[in-house]
């Protein structure tokens, strides 16, 4: 356990459901944040959020839908995804000003594996 | 933030060093460099980061060149549970939260 606990750990959802997937973390961390892993291609930032409040979308289709309600816990609201959507949703939280002084950078949690049918 | 350059692949005997390089030939002066791991199906892993003094902590030692514009990530004992994809990032710091941007990275293969 790294500290960023997601759940559900797997996910097959079709393409009219309404899904969240879930972030925790108790690491004292103040920044969140969403990525995207399709497969065979890199880490994709989708969200950022610091000190709840989003400060980063990287052109997101509204599909996509985060939620922040306090610093420990970070939502992704799915509805109406496509096939091309199935990845590995990755959450990850850090200082929100991390340097020397935040040894670690960012903690990841283990991912969502969303499968879109 | 700056861009990488990394191998693509690359193959370590179990037991010997593994040497990673990355290039950063663009770095700026108030940026760090930074490498993370990502085991399978795994979410990335902190490995150690550096300004420009080399570092070296329990899993790693990151060796930065004087002009800042390469570093080498050494692994002194590599292990099958190495075997990893291993991202080089530089970022600055500070004045906030700024997403990663992660690169392909080089897909480590330690042989058994």
């Known amino acids: 356990e790294t500290g960023v606990t997601q759940t559900p750990r797997h996910l097959v959802m079709g393409m009219t459901n309404k899904k969240s997937l879930k972030c925790e973390q108790h690491?004292?961390?103040?920044?969140m944040y969403w990525y995207k892993q399709s497969a065979k291609k890199p880490l994709e930032l989708m969200f950022v959020?610091?000190?709840?409040?989003?400060?980063e979308n990287n052109s997101v289709p509204s599909r996509f839908s985060p939620e922040c309600p306090n610093s420990s816990h970070l939502f992704l609201h799915l509805h109406t995804l496509q096939p091309e959507d199935s990845a590995l949703y990755l959450c990850?939280?850090?200082?929100?000003?991390?340097?020397?002084?935040?040894?670690?950078?960012?903690?990841f949690g283990s991912g969502t594996r969303l499968t879109v049918v | 933030d700056a861009k990488t350059t990394q191998p693509t692949s690359m193959d370590c005997a179990e037991g010997r060093a593994a040497n990673l390089p990355c290039n950063h030939s663009?770095?700026?002066?108030?940026?760090?460099v930074y490498w993370y791991r990502q085991i399978h199906s795994q979410g990335p892993q902190y490995i150690i980061h550096?300004?420009?003094n080399n570092e070296t902590n329990e899993m790693a030692s990151l060796i930065i060149t004087e002009d800042r514009k390469s570093s080498t990530l050494i692994l002194p004992h590599a292990t099958l549970r190495d075997t990893a994809v291993y991202y080089c990032?530089?970022?600055?710091?500070?004045?906030?939260?700024?997403?990663?941007?992660f690169g392909k990275g080089t897909h480590l293969i330690i042989q058994p």
């Open positions: 990850a939280s850090s200082l929100s000003h991390w340097g020397p002084s935040n040894n670690y950078g960012y903690t």
């Open positions: 550096g300004l420009k």
């Open positions: 990032i530089v970022a600055s710091t500070g004045g906030g939260a700024d997403g990663l941007t």
């Open positions: 959020y610091n000190f709840k409040e989003q400060t």
């Open positions: 663009t770095i700026s002066g108030n940026e760090y």
């Open positions: 690491l004292g961390h103040n920044a």
